[in-house]
């Protein structure tokens, strides 16, 4: 007997396609609700850039801040006797000759490095950058860096005196101390030509004041030089959102003309 399986054909290829789109639904299905699901694994920068404890990013000093150091009384610092020596024979770089005054002994004006605290006291941008146990800092001016170590070591005892010197740092609620010592006697303290020497210990707070507000102050322990300890008046800096660091070099050929002026022996190095 012979079975005609013609009007089967339909049927069987009408629920082969029905198989065959049901199953692709099972599949696109949970690829479109995974991805309509927010990823809260990942912290936007939005939420870092809010909290209290991140510096991170470019600042730039609120204009108007001298360069010159006083106390938060803005009174002058007690000199020693020393200090006073020190002190009045520095010659500052007249404000209407900033660059290569051939009157001044300011050693930044001969490509020296500023130092610290001074690096502080600059007007162009620095940007700070944060890691889970360091921050750094680099300054726009002579592009320059420094490395705070916040990983709970102490200071060393004896380090070899340098420009920027030794940091470390640990947070007071949501105020970063950084404390420097190791610092050479060869820069001044600011741009008025204040001295310092290599006893001195610098202690800096960092305090986000607000989301574009960054404050800086400084308390200076210098036993040579100042009869005590004592604090600056709080250094003020806004973010500066987009903005890349330059770089900027004090090269030693500009500057030699102004040191020959200052001491006509001088000689550039063979």
């Known amino acids: 007997m012979r079975l005609n399986m013609a009007p089967l054909a339909p049927r069987m290829r009408n629920g082969l396609i029905v ?3 049901a199953l692709g639904l099972m599949l696109i299905l ?14 936007t920068k939005v939420a870092a850039g809010n909290s209290a404890r991140d510096l991170s990013g470019v600042w ?8 010159s150091l006083l106390t938060n009384a803005q009174a002058e610092p007690p000199l020693t006797d020393w200090g006073k ?7 500052p770089a007249s404000q209407k000759k900033q660059n290569m005054d051939a009157s001044t002994n300011d050693p930044h004006q ?10 502080d006291l600059t007007n162009r941008p620095i940007e700070i950058v944060e890691t889970q146990d360091e921050v750094y800092i680099f300054y726009e001016e002579d592009h320059s860096w420094r490395q705070i170590y916040l990983d709970g070591r102490t200071l060393p005892e004896g380090p070899d ?10 947070w007071d609620g949501d105020t970063l101390v950084v404390d420097t010592v190791g610092l050479n006697d060869k820069s ?9 020497s290599e006893a001195l210990h610098v202690v800096e707070r960092f305090r986000r004041a607000g989301a574009d507000t960054l404050q800086i102050t400084l308390t200076i322990e210098d036993s040579k030089a100042y009869t005590k300890t004592w604090a600056a008046a709080p250094r003020i800096f806004k973010l500066k959102t987009g903005y890349e660091l330059a770089e900027d070099y004090c090269v030693a050929a500009d500057s030699l003309g102004a040191r020959k002026a200052a001491s006509p022996s001088a000689q550039p190095d063979k």
């Open 19 to 21: 198989s065959i789109g």
């Open 30 to 43: 949970p690829a479109i609700a995974f991805a309509q699901v927010p990823n809260q694994s990942v912290p």
């Open 60 to 67: 730039v000093a609120q204009s108007k801040q001298s360069s």
């Open 85 to 91: 020596e020190q002190f009045k024979a520095a010659k």
């Open 110 to 119: 001969f490509c020296d490095p500023v130092g610290m605290p001074r690096a």
């Open 161 to 170: 005196p340098s420009y920027l010197g030794y940091s470390v740092g640990k």
């Open 188 to 196: 001044w303290l600011d741009g008025a030509g204040r001295p310092h």
